[in-house]
């Protein structure tokens, strides 16, 4: 009998394997598909450096760690932090303020708009567990931060819609802020001071590899030897009566006192449903949206000027059905072949569901035209590659406090057992990684 099963080799379960291993437990990695890193992917096509999932990530304390243990330093990019931000709205791209002299000068806020965002601190306390994002803000900021900034920020990071997520979950430390300080301005002074008496921090800015966020999750898998076995679906799981767990594979089974399932959502469901029935319909009532990532290119002399920015998001509206876009080749060198510009385009999302039903084409006319309207392109860019998502990231609406405790309580009944990924504690790569960390190794990284 092994010491424990990581099934799926996504980061979730890349991190938790390694975790394990370092320990000295014996482990086994089961991935069903061919290939390591889950959403995590890169691409090189036609010359052109693609991101398939991610883009970038952001360096937390645990991920920046990992990078380092895993001799990875040599080969990061960090896009530099004082990249501007802009939204698109109104046909007209503005930049986000980055400082009080830029919140005063912009166009996304009316001088009503402005005062609003000033009086944050006298804002009333909210009393609903299962408020939205759009509500929250509203009530804090006013109406206008929650629909020019809020909303087109909640489309480009978690193709979702700030009306339908709960903000205790997708953004739990700014429920803490109001509930621990009275105000975010106030929580945001408090966490500063508390990071200036903390110790090292990882670098700033956006960070990517020389070859792609796949290096990350293929180092882990080099490190993990045959610990790591690939092609290898589950195909059911189910407890012993003596305590442990077998779990059933092609031609034959395994048995292990532990099991982590760092499967999709939908996909652990699958695996508990026998013998779990209510943690499978808490995790199969978690939304994943379609959501369809295309890569577009334009000649250079095709653009008014070259693009300098981290990309732009978009203020809904019924002429606009883009989410944003991520500048690729302006954000970290090696995207694109020169004299060219790659921009990856976002489609579709909680706020836009019909999407799913788009052919490719349509998304393609449908990219290429909003895209190149907001950058002032001229002429029609070459699609290099569309990617469609049945299902992507998974959206903490309402109830979701509910559905993660109903898990935690599997995992109390049923020794042995751990539930792990995206769905759980933030959707980023420093967030699943944060959440794939044994926790002693997470208090070390802290301290």
């Given at each position: 009998m092994r010491g424990t099963i990581v099934v799926g080799a996504g980061m979730s379960g890349l991190v938790r394997a390694r975790e394990l291993q370092r320990q000295g437990e014996d482990v086994a990695l089961?991935?069903?598909?061919?290939?390591?890193?889950?959403?995590?992917?890169?691409?090189e096509k036609d010359r052109f450096l693609l991101e398939l999932g991610p883009n970038t990530v952001r360096p937390t304390a645990e991920l920046w760690?990992?990078?380092?243990?895993?001799?990875?330093?040599?080969?990061?990019?960090?896009?530099?932090?004082?990249?501007?931000?802009?939204?698109?709205?109104?046909?007209?791209?503005?930049?986000?303020?980055?400082?009080?002299?830029?919140?005063?000068?912009?166009?996304?806020?009316?001088?009503?708009?402005?005062?609003?965002?000033?009086?944050?601190?006298?804002?009333?306390?909210?009393?609903?567990?299962?408020?939205?994002?759009?509500?929250?803000?509203?009530?804090?900021?006013?109406?206008?931060?929650?629909?020019?900034f809020v909303e087109p920020f909640i489309g480009g990071i978690f193709a979702g819609s700030s009306r339908s997520l709960a903000v205790s979950a997708a953004f739990p430390t700014?429920?803490?802020?109001?509930?621990?300080?009275?105000?975010?301005?106030r929580g945001v002074l408090a966490h500063l001071r508390a990071r200036r008496t903390g110790g090292p921090?990882?670098?700033?800015?956006?960070?990517?590899?020389?070859?792609?966020?796949?290096?990350?999750?293929?180092?882990?898998?080099?490190?993990l030897g045959r610990s790591l076995e690939l092609s290898t679906p589950v195909q059911t799981l189910s407890p012993r009566p003596a305590g442990g767990w077998t779990v059933a594979i092609p031609g034959g089974s395994r048995e292990a006192r532990r099991v982590v399932l760092a499967t999709p959502a939908w996909e652990t469901a699958?695996?508990?449903?026998?013998?779990?029935p209510e943690a499978a319909r808490a995790l199969r009532d978690i939304p994943h949206p379609f959501l369809a990532v295309v890569h577009l290119s334009w000649r250079d002399r095709d653009l008014d000027r070259p693009l300098q920015g981290f990309g732009h998001l978009t203020v809904p509206d019924r002429e606009r059905r883009v989410l944003g876009a991520v500048w690729s080749s302006s954000l970290f060198a090696g995207r694109a072949p020169s004299g060219q510009t790659l921009v990856t385009a976002?489609?579709?999302?909680?706020?836009?569901?019909?999407?799913?039903?788009?052919?490719?084409?349509?998304?393609?006319?449908?990219?290429?035209r909003?895209?190149?309207?907001?950058?002032?392109?001229?002429?029609?860019?070459?699609?290099?590659?569309?990617?469609?998502?049945?299902?992507?990231?998974?959206?903490?609406?309402?109830?979701?406090?509910?559905?993660?405790?109903?898990?935690?309580?599997?995992?109390?009944?049923?020794?042995?057992?751990?539930?792990?990924?995206?769905?759980?504690?933030?959707?980023?790569?420093?967030?699943?990684?944060?959440?794939?960390?044994?926790?002693?190794?997470?208090?070390?990284?802290?301290?």
């Open positions: 089961l991935e069903s598909s061919d290939r390591v890193g889950g959403l995590v992917r890169s691409r760690s990992l990078v380092e243990e895993l001799g990875l330093r040599e080969q990061t990019l960090l896009a530099d932090p004082r990249l501007p931000r802009y939204v698109s709205w109104n046909g007209t791209l503005h930049a986000l303020p980055m400082s009080p002299a830029g919140l005063l000068r912009t166009r996304l806020l009316s001088a009503g708009g402005k005062l609003r965002l000033l009086a944050e601190p006298f804002a009333r306390k909210g009393s609903d567990p299962e408020e939205t994002v759009h509500s929250f803000f509203s009530r804090r900021v006013g109406s206008e931060v929650a629909d020019h700014l429920d803490r802020w109001e509930k621990d300080h009275g105000s975010l301005f921090r990882p670098p700033r800015g956006l960070l990517s590899f020389r070859e792609g966020l796949q290096t990350l999750p293929e180092a882990i898998a080099s490190g699958r695996l508990l449903e026998p013998f779990a976002f489609l579709g999302g909680e706020r836009d569901k019909e999407a799913s039903e788009l052919t490719d084409e349509e998304i393609r006319m449908i990219a290429s909003e895209v190149g309207q907001a950058l002032g392109a001229h002429g029609e860019p070459e699609m290099i590659l569309l990617t469609r998502y049945s299902r992507s990231i998974p959206q903490y609406v309402a109830g979701h406090a509910a559905r993660i405790e109903t898990l935690s309580r599997t995992e109390a009944r049923f020794p042995g057992l751990a539930l792990i990924g995206n769905y759980r504690g933030g959707i980023s790569v420093g967030d699943v990684v944060r959440g794939a960390v044994l926790p002693k190794a997470r208090a070390d990284v802290s301290s």
